[in-house]
C-alpha cells in the first residue's frame, strides 16, 4: 500500500466506528491464487495485490473496473454477488449495470491473473459498450519513479528489478495518468480514482504507475480477457508470457477450465466427510508460498499503523498449522505429504545457530523480517524472544519425525540443536524465564509458553532421535511438568496467565489452552495425575465460561483474555476471536479424549464443549465470512476485522472436526496410522 492510498482511506474511514482508518482492508471480497501470487477480488470487481511476502513482487496496488455504453462509464458498484466456482479457487463476481448483466471470472496461476469479463443479459453484440480498465501498480513497491512502456496490444510499467505487464485478448488502448498530486493528499476530502483525465503535462502518461486502458469487447455475448504478470525476469520472456496468456484463455470457459486444472494440481482432494474441509485447505493453500511457509494473513496495514503487520511467516503461527494439518491428515487421508515435508524443510534451514527460530521471516524466502521480538538475533540479553514459537517448531519436527520419516534430512540435528536453545531460556524453577507472549503485547513468564515447552520435550523425548537426547527431553518434560504448579492460582482454580517479576498475573487468557495438548503429550510420555486432571477440569470450564461472549449481536465465541482492550474502538467489551475460539473447541475435545484415556467422568461434558465451540467456527457458523473465511476478529455486530483470513484458526477448526470424525467412525479409530498424535 503506497501513502496516498493510506491517505485516501484515511480521510474516507473518519469517523467511522468499526474503521482504522489507513488500513487495506480484505474483509469483504474474495482471493484467487495459489502460489506465487495472492489477488484480492472485492464485491467491485477491483483486484489488487498482496503478494510480496509469497513472491517478492508488489504489483497491482489499486484498480478500478466499468462499462462504458454510449459514450458514458458505468464504474463497477460495490456489491457484486461472488464466488468461488465450484471447489477451485476461481472467483465469479456478478455486476449489475443499468440493464446489463455482467459477470466477472478471476484466476491467479503462479504470477499470472486473468480477469474475464462477460456480459450476460442486456448488452447484446451490437450495442456500443467497451470495459474500461483503471490499474494502479507499484513496482518494487514504489509509487514514484516508475515508467510506462507501450508495447502495442500490452502495456509495462516498472522502476527497476520489478516490471508488471497488462494485455487484453481484445484490441487495447491505454493511456498513464499520475497518482494524486501533494495539494490533493494534503485536502480533506479523498480523491477519486481515477482521477480527472489529464494534468496537461507531455510526460505524464509515461511516467506513471496508473495504467487506464479501454478494451473491446466482442463476441455475441460480449466479452474479453485481461491479464496481469508480475515478472523480475526478461521482458521480452513477460511480454511473450502475457500475450500468450490472453490467447489461450480468450473465452470464459478456458478461464474456468484453467482454474479446474489448477485446483487438481494444488490443492488436496480429501476424501472425507468432515464437512468444510476444501474451504479450510483452500484458504490455507491461499497463504502458502511455494517454500511451503505461510503469511499469518494478507497484510492490512502495511504502515504498521495499528498493528505490526500481518504478512509474514510466525513460527509459532506456521508450526501450529503444520501440527494441527499433520493432526488432521493422519486421520484423514488429505494427500498433504507435500505440504509436510516442505515445512519441515523451511524450518530445517530457516532455524539460528543457537538451535531457536526467530520472531518473523518473508514466506518467500525466508530472510529475516521486520519484528519486535528478534532478542536472540540481537547482540546482548533481551526478554523481546519469543520462546514458544521455537518451541512450537521443535515439537511439530519431532512429531514429523515420529510419524513420516524417522531420517528426513536435518531433522535429528535440528531438534538437538532446538533442545539447547529451549535450555537456554528454562530458569532454574523449571518454567521458561521471562520473555514476549503468544500475542506479543507483553513479557513475563507465561503459561502459554510453558505449555509448549512440556509439549516439545514430550514430542522429542517421544520422536526417534539418540538416546542421549531423548533421555535429556523426558527429564525436561517431567521438570516443566512439575514446575506448572508455580502458577495454580486455588482461589480462582486456573493456571495464571503468567507471573511478572514475583507477581501473579491471574487473568483468563485464551493461549493457556495450550495446557490441554501439552498434558496429553506428556500422558503418552509418563501419564498425567489425577491432581493435576482435576486442575485442567478447573482451568479449562473456568476458563471456556470466563472468556465467552454473546453479546447482543449475530455472533458469539471466546475472546482473547480477560480485559482484552485492542481494536475494540468504540465497544466496551473485547472482541470475539476465531483463533480463540477454534482453541477452545480443539482444547475441549482434547481434554475430553484424555479424560477417556484416564477413565473420568467429565470426558462428555468437554466433548459437548468442544463440538458447540466447533460450530462457530464451522461451514455455517456465526463467525464465518464469505467465501468459507475466517477473520481474526470480529465486532459484537458481526462486522469482521483484522486479517482476513488468518490460517491459524482454519487449521485448527479441520483438526478439531477430523477429531470428532475419527470419534465418530470405527474405522478411523481403529487405523492406527489415523490415530490421535499424542496416543
Known sequence: MELHGALNDFKRSQGDPQRFPGERRSTTGLFSGLGERLVHVAPGGSIRDYSYPLSGLAGIERSRLGLEKDGDVHWFDADGDQRYVDDTAVVETTHAVGDSICVQYDLTIGRLHLTHVRIEDGGGADDDISLHACVGFAPDGRAGRVGQLWHGNAVEVHHDTEHDFLAASTELSVTGQVPERFTELLAAEPVDFPRSPTDDRYEEARLSPVAMSEIELTGSSPSTTVATLLSDGDRTDGLECVRTAVANHADGEAVLEAGREQARDRLPDPDSDVEGSLADLRTLALLRAPTGARMAGPEFDPFYRYSGGYGYTWFRDDAEIAGFLLEADRRLALGLEEWHAKSVRFYVETQRSDGTWPHRVWPHNGALAPGWAHGRVEDGDSEEYQA?????????????????????????????????????????????????????????????????????????ARAPVDESLAARARERAATVYEALDELWVPERGIYAMRSDNGDVDDRLDGSTLALVGAHRAYDALEGVDDDRLDRLVSHVGTTLDGLYRNPDGPVEGLARFEGDPWRVREQDAPKIWTVTTAWGAHAAVELGDL??????EEADMFDERGRTLLALVGPSGVLRRPGGYLPEQVFDDGTPDSATPLGWPHAIRLATASSLEESASPALADDEDRAPLQD
Open 388 to 460: 514458544d514459537q521455537t518451541a512450537s517448531v521443535a515439537a511439530f519436527l519431532a512429531t514429523y519425525l515420529r510419524h513420516v520419516d524417522a531420517d528426513a534430512e536435518g531433522v535429528q540435528e535440528a531438534l538437538a540443536a532446538a533442545i539447547d536453545g529451549l535450555d537456554d531460556t528454562l530458569a532454574a524453577d523449571g518454567l521458561p524465564g521471562r520473555v514476549q507472549n503468544a500475542w506479543e503485547n507483553m513479557t513475563g513468564r507465561f503459561a502459554h509458553t510453558a505449555a509448549t515447552f512440556l509439549e516439545a520435550y514430550a514430542a522429542i
Open 595 to 600: 479424560l477417556t484415556a484416564n477413565g473420568r
